[in-house]
């Protein structure tokens, strides 16, 4: 009599589609159009936050404290702005890992599926990230232009695990803050909107990031595993010093280098970012991607 016993490898499969089909419901039932949902005809009124103050680089300093209650609530908006447009910069990073992940993949797989919907996902985010950047009256921040040209090596050469795993770090980096302002009072409603949609979807988005990571390193030597923790590492080092672009002190009619001075050696801040990152470096931990020279620089970006 024939075994109906299944292969591992079989199994995994058969388990990694039940997840991806839940993924495809979760998004069904729960998912928006930030078009309609969120309140783009509205006036910005400047008498609130566009991040929660605690958020600010500068929060707790000696500037900080100097600073009138409207100047502060520029500063705030002009760094949530420059979040989000790393934040844009990131998700088209990758779009365009996922899609060449899954290039050659059968298309009535539903993780293929899934992963257009993440990818459909990113798209709107980008859209309503632009929007809710011009509206708290940002300009485009980029990151720096040799941040811009390590971007695109690395969205033509990343795979595998060096590529999920950097997902995971920069959805997880914004997701943490984006939870304290979307429950924030004293931010902009439209921001806060912004960022309840954003939590959600990303949800989904970092389980299906984690469990590619662990898939992909299932069967990794040492060698590779060592390699890819150092690209994860550098990634990481370079999305999270990008997020707030120092252009935003002299948008908010600061003095930029006294600003940039005391953003770098703000304890509150570095604490804060330390703090908020625990979960995802217990992650790496647990996939053994927290080699000696990946802590180096998560310790340099403040990340652990």
């Given at each position: 009599m024939a075994s109906s016993t299944l292969r591992p490898e079989d199994q995994d499969r058969?388990?990694?589609?039940?997840?991806?089909?839940?993924?495809?419901?979760?998004?069904?039932?729960?998912?928006y159009d930030p078009v309609t949902e969120v309140d783009w005809d509205t006036p910005l009124d400047k008498d609130f936050h566009g991040a929660s103050p605690e958020w600010?680089?500068?929060?707790g300093t000696a500037?900080?404290?100097?600073?009138?209650?409207?100047?502060?609530k520029e500063l705030t908006r002009q760094e949530a702005a420059?979040?989000?447009?790393?934040?844009?910069?990131?998700?088209?990073?990758?779009?365009?890992?996922v899609l060449r992940d899954i290039y050659t993949t059968d298309a009535t797989d539903p993780r293929f599926q899934w992963a257009l919907t993440e990818i459909a996902d990113e798209c709107r985010h980008?859209?309503?990230?632009?929007?809710?950047?011009?509206?708290l009256?940002?300009?485009?921040?980029?990151?720096?232009?040799?941040?811009v040209e390590l971007g695109r090596a690395f969205k033509t050469l990343a795979f595998g695990e060096a590529a999920?795993?950097?997902?995971?770090?920069?959805?997880?980096?914004?997701?943490?803050?984006?939870?304290?302002w979307m429950r924030d009072e004293r931010v902009a409603p439209f921001v806060r909107t912004i960022n309840n949609i954003h939590v959600v979807e990303e949800s989904r988005h970092m389980k299906f990031a984690r469990d590619e990571t662990r898939k992909r390193l299932r069967n990794a030597g040492p060698l590779r595993r060592q390699l890819n923790a150092f690209v994860i590492a550098v990634a990481s080092y370079f999305?999270?010093?990008?997020?707030?672009?120092?252009?935003?002190?002299?948008?908010?009619?600061?003095?930029?280098?006294?600003?940039?001075?005391?953003?770098?050696?703000?304890?509150?801040?570095k604490s804060l970012m330390r703090s908020s990152c625990s979960g995802l470096m217990e992650f790496l931990a647990s996939a053994r991607l927290l080699t000696r020279p990946a802590l180096a620089l998560y310790k340099r970006a403040n990340l652990i």
């Open positions: 058969l388990d990694e589609q039940d997840v991806a089909r839940r993924l495809l419901d979760s998004s069904a039932k729960l998912s600010s680089t500068l929060y500037y900080w404290n100097e600073l009138t209650d409207a100047q502060r420059s979040v989000a447009s790393t934040g844009i910069w990131f998700e088209m990073i990758l779009q365009q890992m980008s859209i309503m990230f632009a929007r809710g950047a011009a509206k009256g940002a300009p485009a921040y980029r990151p720096r232009r040799a941040v999920y795993a950097a997902i995971l770090v920069a959805e997880e980096v914004l997701d943490v803050m984006q939870r304290d999305i999270v010093t990008s997020m707030v672009n120092r252009q935003v002190y002299e948008n908010a009619g600061l003095d930029t280098r006294r600003a940039a001075a005391e953003a770098g050696a703000n304890e509150h801040h």
